[in-house]
């Protein structure tokens, strides 16, 4: 399941029918529900350089983006879409969405799922944070059960150098196929297989950009 971070957070209710969502709105968030063993986190960053800023006479040409959700579900032919979801305004801001549990039998089920997506853009840099919180997660009857998810991505550039980071994803009492595995901070793209099943993913990243004057990652918690 995939955490992303990108400056947005929306939430839809896509597919929803056999499962009990209820949800709480805060200021400009929007409900979006959707699931895919993941909690996911998106930023992107774009900065240009002085010298460039100067020949547009703006700085409005620095820009961000960003995107979180909590859990989207893609399996059996039970889909629910990304829930809650938020996605960042392109001139920042923060957006902040949170739906209070989730309930699809035998597939999916957790508490409080939480997503926040922060930018700013000033004359010089611009930053990214988003990040997806799940509590009390089950999947598929307890083939993989988490007390507590959290997704982090974060991206920031300063027109010379532009740089994502997936620090602060954590996993709380982790258990996959009924091996536990505790607390931890998995390395990225970490692989389980589960023999008949498929592959769980911890703290899967997709990173993207030049480095220079873009920089994007994708944070996936669990996929």
């Keep these: 399941m995939p955490i992303n971070e990108e400056g947005v957070v929306e939430m839809a209710r896509d597919g929803v029918s056999a499962s009990t969502v209820k949800r709480r709105r805060k200021g400009r968030l929007s409900a979006v529900a959707r699931w895919a063993v993941s909690a996911a986190a998106f930023c992107l960053v774009i900065s240009l350089a002085p010298e460039a800023r100067e020949a547009t006479a703006s700085h ?18 039970v889909t629910v879409g990304k829930t809650p979801h938020v996605v960042l305004p392109p001139d920042g801001g923060m957006v902040q969405e949170e739906v209070l549990s989730i309930q699809l039998p035998t597939t999916l089920s957790s508490d409080t799922l939480t997503v926040i997506t922060t930018g700013a853009i000033g004359q010089n840099t611009a930053s990214a944070q988003s990040s997806a919180t799940v509590e009390q ?47 931890l901070s998995p390395l990225p ?9 498929g592959t769980v993913i911890l703290n899967e990243q997709i990173l993207d950009g030049d480095g220079l004057h873009t920089t994007a990652l994708t944070v996936n918690a669990i996929h």
């Design 60 to 77: 409005a040409s620095n820009s961000v983006s960003g995107e979180a959700f909590g859990v989207f579900v893609q399996i059996d032919g």
């Design 137 to 183: 997660l089950n999947v598929l009857n307890g083939l993989v059960t988490v007390k507590l998810v959290v997704a982090m991505a974060s991206s920031t550039g300063d027109g010379n150098t532009a740089t994502s980071s997936a620090e602060g994803t954590t996993l709380i009492d982790l258990t996959v196929n009924g091996v536990s595995l505790g607390d």
């Design 189 to 197: 793209n970490t692989k389980i297989d589960i023999p008949g099943v």
